[in-house]
Nanobody, 124 residues
């Protein structure tokens, strides 16, 4: 079992930055792959970024590539999402997720554990 808790969301103007955090407890954090997803009202939950257990490999959605950075600190049981150059279309509830299988996936169904989400609102 892995318990995930996100924080760091808020209201920011377009062009601004936010850093989301997700802390984990339970299963050995360094053995699970982590990802961030987001869901806007009335839309499906979409993949944002993925990071392997070691942190050495990452994957990003095309819509955030070059603006967002996913990192992790296994000593702190935490994964982060640095979001720069934010746009109004980045407005969504952001969720962190964990999967015990290391294989990269952008599919929500492949993830075993989810946080409760943190709201990000970008004003124009």
């Amino acid at each position: 079992q892995v318990l995930l808790v996100e924080s760091g969301g808020g209201l920011v103007q377009a062009g601004g930055s936010l850093r989301l955090s997700c802390t984990a407890s339970g299963r050995t954090f360094s053995s699970v792959a982590m990802a961030w997803f987001r869901q806007a009202p009335g839309k499906e939950r979409d993949f944002v970024a993925f990071i392997t257990p070691s942190g050495r490999s990452t994957l990003y959605a095309d819509s955030v590539k070059g603006r967002f950075t996913i990192t992790r600190d296994n000593a702190k049981n935490a994964v982060y999402l640095q979001m720069n150059s934010l746009k109004p279309e980045d407005t969504a509830n952001y969720y962190c997720a964990a999967k015990t299988a290391v294989v990269v996936s952008t599919n929500t169904g492949r993830y075993d554990y989810w946080g409760q989400g943190t709201q990000v609102t970008v004003s124009s």
